[in-house]
């Protein structure tokens, strides 16, 4: 009688395994923060209804929505090929579809272009609050692999950045008041 586990580890190098346990860890808890992605979308939605164009606030959503939908469809494929067992298709999946790691983190980077400056100021300071801790929840789950980490810190950052400036340069004067 063979052991699973001990097949799909025997052909591979002990780095392959570390690196794909890795990954198990990072995509575990990527799966476990959907549906709690959904309710900060649900209430950054909220938040800017009202204030902000309904135009731009469904631009937004869309990116959001589309990024967790390809973020839905990247954890099955990860968990079809981890039901394999076999380490290097675990790392060929994750390796073949290295552009996810871009995408994902920009569905909360435009998040700004919506909310910086448009709101009440405690509606716009809960939304940074709610940004912020989609960041560091991200960062937490993603600290077992820590080049994909960065990967997403450096683009979520990016993200946030380009879509304040582009706010500011856009909608000069869009401070409501206080």
Not at 90 to 119: E, K, T
Not at 139 to 158: D, E, K, N, Q, V
């Amino acid at each position: 009688m063979s052991d699973p586990l001990y097949e799909s580890v025997e052909g591979s190098s002990q780095a392959d395994w570390v690196e794909a346990t890795r990954l198990s860890i990072l995509m575990k808890g990527m799966e476990a923060s959907q549906r709690p992605a959904l309710l900060v979308l649900a209430v950054l939605t909220g938040l800017c209804w009202g204030h902000v164009s309904v135009w731009l606030i469904a631009g937004v959503l869309a990116i959001s929505i589309y990024v967790a939908v390809v973020r839905t469809v990247f954890l099955r494929g990860y968990a079809r090929v981890t039901a394999s067992g076999i380490v290097s298709q675990q790392l060929a999946y994750v390796r073949d579809r290295a552009w996810f790691w871009i995408v994902n983190p920009i569905g909360w980077g435009v998040w700004p272009l919506a909310f910086h400056g448009r709101l009440p100021a405690q509606s716009e300071v809960v939304c940074w609050m709610l940004i912020a801790g989609v960041g560091g929840v991200a960062i937490a789950w993603m600290s077992a692999h820590l080049r994909l980490a960065r990967i997403f810190l450096l683009t979520y950052l990016g993200g946030v950045t380009v879509s304040v400036a582009l706010a500011m340069v856009i909608w000069p004067d869009t401070r409501t008041s206080m």
